[in-house]
Structure formats: C-alpha cells, structure tokens
C-alpha cells in the first residue's frame, strides 16, 4: 500500500504520563510517512515530562509548540497551519494505540476518494465500565443521521461495523488535507470550556463540501477519560462548563441547522442533559434539575449573542493571535 503522509496532531492541557504514553504509542506505529505535531497548552510540565518531550524535538521525532492559551479548537487550527501531511489526524493527549492504527486510518482515503473524513472507534473506558458486557451494533440506527437528534444514536464505542456517519469523535478524527486548503474550513474557536460540539459543527460543515465521513471500527484506539487535564480550557465541575456546554449546543444548532432539526435538539438536550432522563442519567432532584434549567436557559441567550456578534466578526481569536505572533 502506498503511504500516504499522516500529521498527527495531539493536542494537551494539564497532562504528565498518559500523553508520554500517547506519544510512545504513535512513535511505535509501522508507518514511515509520519510528523507528530503536540500542541502544548500546560504551562508548567513534571520534570519527567519536560526532559521527555525535549529528548524527541531535540532528536526530530515531534514538533513540539507551547503556546500561552487554552482552547480545544484554537489548537486544532494552530497545528492544520504548520502540519504538512496529506492526511490530518487528531487524537486526544489520554489514549492508547495498536498497530495499524494509522494503516487503517490511510487505507480509507486510497481506496475511496469520496471520503473526506474517518472516524475511528473509541473504545471509552468510562462508558463500556457502565455497558452490558460484550454489547455491540452492528448498523447504527437512521436517527444517527438526523442532525437534530444524532448526538444520542450516534454510538462509535459499541458500533462494528463500516459505514457512513454524521460526525466524528474527536479523540479520534482524520480528515483529508484538501478541505483545509480547498474549502478554507477550520475549527470554530467560539466552542469554549469542554469545546463539546466542535467536532460535530466542523464535520457538518465538512459534509456540505459533498465529501463523506467514513466510520472505520479498525481504526480504533483506547480512550483512558482521565479524570484532570485534557484539551480544553476548564474543569467539568465548574460554573463554567456547565454554561458553555449549553452554549454550544445551541451555537452549533444555530449554525448548522434547519428550524425543525433545531426545535428537536433543543428538546432533547433539555430532556436528558436538564431533566437528566436517558442516555445522561442525571440526578432527578428537583434543585439539581432548576440549575440545569439556569444554565440552558443562560446557554441558550449567550448563544444568540454569538450569533449577532458573528455578523461582524468571526470569533477566532486564538487564530488570529497566532497570525500576529508570527508576522511580529
């Protein structure tokens, strides 16, 4: 099989030994064409880290950047502008690989050139802790294709099967080079906290250049689901995660979506994430469930103000920060 080359982008927040195991596992993969590209957003590494990451710039096995800012999305674009692969594939800074991990990541864009993204399979620890031993899909269900209610049928943990997708995990992506330059598209920077649907409105948006996103369950790797660090810019039990990860909910519907679709979303999201029903499974206690109506509510109106702010500016701030830095 010709190889053709990967960029493999992790970016990290707040990470010691799981993303010094992540890089292992990518230096160890049988395939040549390769650049390792890790975006570093933690301002003070563990002494065992700092000489580890210095040891593999200094010997050319990664481009290693730090940068002074914290954003999921911020630090997608940051490393598609200085990755030179044909093939740009994202993982998380907690996860673990086999090989022919990337082969079957390659392998889609050689055989299938309609194919402009592959989602691989995640197999989560956290969520298969909590599954039926040895339950898997086989198909995914239609609504795993309804862009207005997906997110709760769009299972790539359990699922076995190839086949076409709406989106993508972002621990585990790779999209080809072409829609970056062709298409000029990139990751929407106003995704804060968690950045929990950046993903999804990137691979919505990628979808509308005709391209397919191809689910390949070979392509799989183990997501650890570390309890601190990770990519984004803030813990899940504050304020503030719960504020932005009702804003974004809303924002990707407001970019992305059809009333109708975005009338479903909204009402699932209050179902499961507010009410806490099914798949969330949250506390059913009626104070529990008043603050989660707070913040969706409070989501929901700072949405609409990033969607009359977006009529003057494009919200990239981490981008546009980048440019100055480089042309100063």
């Known amino acids: 099989m010709n190889c053709p080359s990967i960029s493999v982008i992790i970016p990290t927040y707040l990470r010691e030994e799981p993303l010094r195991d992540t890089i292992s596992d990518v230096l160890q993969q049988d395939y040549a064409n390769l650049e390792v590209l890790v975006v570093d957003q933690t301002p003070t590494h563990t002494p065992e880290t700092q000489a580890y990451l210095e040891e593999l710039t200094k010997a050319g096995k990664i481009q290693w950047f730090r940068i002074n800012w914290a954003s999921l999305p911020g630090a997608r674009n940051y490393g598609v502008r200085r990755a030179a692969g044909d093939i740009i594939l994202f993982i998380d800074d907690d996860v673990r690989l086999n090989q022919g991990f990337l082969v ?159 009338l479903k979303l909204f009402a699932r999201l209050f179902d499961c994430h507010v009410l806490g029903n099914p798949p969330c499974y949250k506390s059913g206690s009626l104070s529990k469930i008043f603050i989660r109506g707070v913040f969706y509510i409070l989501g929901f109106f700072s949405a609409i103000k990033t969607l009359i702010q977006s009529t003057w500016a494009d919200g990239q701030i981490y981008s546009l920060l980048d440019e100055k830095s480089t042309s100063s």
Not at 171 to 199: H, P, Q, T
Not at 224 to 236: A, F, K, N, Q, R
Request: net charge negative.
């Open 104 to 262: 079957a990541h390659a392998r889609n864009y050689l055989e299938h050139p309609e194919i402009g993204a592959v989602a691989g399979r995640v197999l989560d620890r956290m969520i298969m802790a909590n599954s039926e031993e040895g339950f898997t899909i086989d198909y995914l269900p239609p609504e795993a294709m309804d862009p207005g209610i997906a997110w709760y049928y769009l299972d790539l943990v359990h699922t076995v099967k190839p086949q076409q997708v709406l989106s993508a995990r972002g621990c585990n992506m790779s999209f080809r080079r072409a829609i970056f330059e062709k298409y000029g598209l990139n990751f929407d920077e106003r995704f804060g906290g968690s950045a929990v649907r950046e993903e999804s409105d990137f691979c919505l948006r990628l979808r509308q250049t005709g391209y397919k996103i191809w689910y390949d369950p070979e392509a799989v790797l183990v997501h650890l689901g570390e309890p601190t660090g990770g990519c984004h810019d803030i813990s899940t039990r504050t304020l503030k995660y719960q504020f932005t990860h009702y804003h974004n909910h809303f924002w990707m519907a407001f970019k992305n979506l059809t009333f109708a679709q975005s």
